[in-house]
């Protein structure tokens, strides 16, 4: 951490920078921003940051994402096997992008 005259310059990593940094230009705080020699600085005289509470699901989804994620192992396995379901597939894959639910390995475990 630097000192300077008005402020403490704490360096963190580029994605919680530009993260802060786009929520305070959505909340229109662009007087928040500074140069300070090469490098913009954002003075958060004020400002206090809180953590916000994410929760893995919201309620019922993960009951969901589980059927999703079973129901797309057995028609890979039907694929595997020789089946030509590329119809039922791109339907389900379209049911888990409407609800947000990304397809990963395993994810009948989560």
């Known amino acids: 951490m630097r000192t300077t ?3 403490a310059i704490l360096e963190v990593k580029p994605e919680i920078y530009d993260e802060v940094k786009r929520l305070l ?3 229109d705080y662009h007087h928040a921003f500074h140069k300070d020699g090469a490098d913009e600085v954002i003075d958060m005289t004020g400002i206090a940051l809180q953590a916000k509470k994410f929760l893995p699901y919201p309620p019922g ?3 969901e994402s589980q059927r999703i994620h079973r129901e ?3 028609l890979v396995a039907e694929q595997r096997a020789g089946a ?3 119809p ?3 339907k389900l894959t379209d049911e888990a992008a409407a609800k947000h639910i990304i397809l990963v390995p395993g ?3 989560l």
């Open 107 to 109: 994810g009948e475990n």
């Open 5 to 7: 005259h008005t402020y």
């Open 84 to 86: 030509k379901n590329g």
């Open 25 to 27: 230009q959505a909340a």
């Open 61 to 63: 989804m993960q009951a």
């Open 72 to 74: 797309y192992n057995r």
């Open 88 to 90: 039922e597939v791109v």
